[in-house]
């Protein structure tokens, strides 16, 4: 269910509030059973406006937990909360208990979509398999997975999908590398930003050809310029960058493979940073 008009009378239902800030059972709801799906973002502005400044000295799993108490408080029969991080990464609370859910390794990552793919597959396994709710979290993450590599429907049984890798979350600053005159600040703080609401951050860096001691510990992701010149090219080569994942827009698939031989080469922006922040 998503906020609306609909009022839900039932055993096992499961919100997904999608921008509305009402509550489930604002319009006179009613589940015997309720989970409601939220992001980090939504769990950490609740955790702020109930705790504020002592947020500042709790792990992200904490200020999640202090989130997820102030929901709790707001909404009854709450009987869990399953938390998306952006990048296919899930943790089920089950009052303030936490169970991290993995995500699970994908090729691309295409995000349109990819969180009702997580509160639908979770809704089916939960609601209608009568799964165990840490399975059926599993599921959805799994399903998550399956899903941003295509985007592909319909979702495979849970029998079908349980062959894939797991990734682990990287626990250290990113470490991004900016290369060529392009809109670089423009895309560095739409990362920072994201990050900040992931509960990480980054470490930026642009490449200046002429500094006589260029870079040469290995980066995570490289942001190359879609109006790089000759001689940037040539000094990268001559540096030896060795990053895990590039990003080159409207650049050339084999010339970045040549300059990068060891590197994931990303088409889009989502794949680069789920790849640069996961690894399988």
Same mark, same amino acid.
């Given at each position: 269910?998503?906020?609306?008009?609909?009022?839900?009378?039932?055993?096992?239902?499961?919100?997904?509030?999608?921008?509305?800030?009402?509550?489930?059972?604002?319009?006179?709801?009613?589940?015997?059973?309720?989970?409601?799906?939220?992001?980090?973002?939504?769990?950490?502005?609740?955790?702020?406006?109930?705790?504020?400044?002592?947020?500042?000295?709790?792990?992200?799993?904490?200020?999640?937990?202090?989130?997820?108490? +102030?929901?709790?408080?707001?909404? !009854? $029969? *709450?009987?869990?909360?399953?938390?998306? @991080?952006?990048? #296919?990464? /899930? &943790?089920?609370?089950?009052?303030?208990?936490?169970?991290?859910?993995?995500?699970?390794?994908?090729?691309?990552?295409?995000?349109?979509?990819?969180?009702?793919?997580?509160?639908?597959?979770?809704?089916?396994?939960?609601?209608?398999?009568?799964?165990?709710?840490?399975?059926?979290?599993?599921?959805?993450?799994?399903?998550? +997975?399956?899903?941003?590599?295509? !985007? $592909? *429907?319909?979702?495979?049984?849970?029998? @079908?999908?349980? #062959?894939? /890798? &797991?990734?682990?979350?990287?626990?250290?600053?990113?470490?991004?590398?900016?290369?060529?005159?392009?809109?670089?600040?423009?895309?560095?703080?739409?990362?920072?930003?994201?990050?900040?609401?992931?509960?990480?951050?980054?470490?930026?860096?642009?490449?200046?050809?002429?500094?006589?001691?260029?870079?040469?510990?290995?980066?995570?992701?490289?942001?190359?310029?879609? $109006?790089?010149?000759?001689?940037?090219?040539?000094?990268?080569?001559?540096?030896? &960058?060795?990053?895990?994942?590039?990003?080159?827009?409207?650049?050339?698939?084999?010339?970045?493979?040549?300059?990068?031989?060891?590197?994931?080469?990303?088409?889009?922006?989502?794949?680069?940073?789920?790849?640069?922040?996961?690894?399988?």
């Amino acid at each position: 269910m998503i906020e609306g008009d609909a009022r839900v009378q039932g055993n096992r239902v499961v919100f997904d509030r999608q921008s509305s800030p009402g509550t489930f059972q604002a319009n006179g709801s009613h589940a015997n059973s309720l989970v409601q799906i939220a992001t980090h973002i939504e769990l950490l502005e609740l955790a702020n406006a109930a705790r504020g400044s002592a947020l500042n000295s709790m792990k992200l799993i904490e200020r999640l937990r202090e989130g997820v108490i +102030a929901l709790t408080e707001q909404t !009854p $029969r *709450l009987k869990y909360t399953l938390a998306k @991080d952006g990048l #296919g990464g /899930l &943790v089920l609370f089950q009052g303030d208990e936490a169970v991290t859910i993995p995500s699970y390794a994908a090729e691309s990552y295409f995000r349109i979509g990819a969180g009702d793919v997580i509160a639908s597959a979770f809704a089916h396994a939960w609601g209608e398999l009568k799964m165990p709710a840490d399975e059926a979290a599993d599921y959805a993450a799994r399903c998550s +997975a399956y899903f941003v590599e295509g !985007p $592909r *429907l319909p979702l495979p049984s849970p029998r @079908d999908l349980c #062959g894939r /890798l &797991v990734t682990t979350e990287r626990k250290e600053n990113l470490r991004i590398l900016g290369i060529g005159d392009f809109e670089l600040q423009a895309l560095l703080r739409a990362t920072e930003n994201w990050l900040e609401h992931l509960g990480k951050s980054a470490l930026y860096r642009t490449f200046d050809p002429d500094d006589p001691q260029p870079p040469e510990d290995v980066s995570d992701l490289v942001l190359v310029g879609s $109006r790089i010149t000759r001689g940037q090219l040539d000094a990268i080569a001559k540096a030896a &960058v060795r990053p895990a994942v590039v990003f080159w827009p409207g650049g050339s698939m084999h010339l970045a493979r040549e300059l990068f031989p060891d590197a994931m080469i990303a088409n889009d922006y989502a794949t680069a940073l789920f790849h640069a922040m996961r690894s399988a």
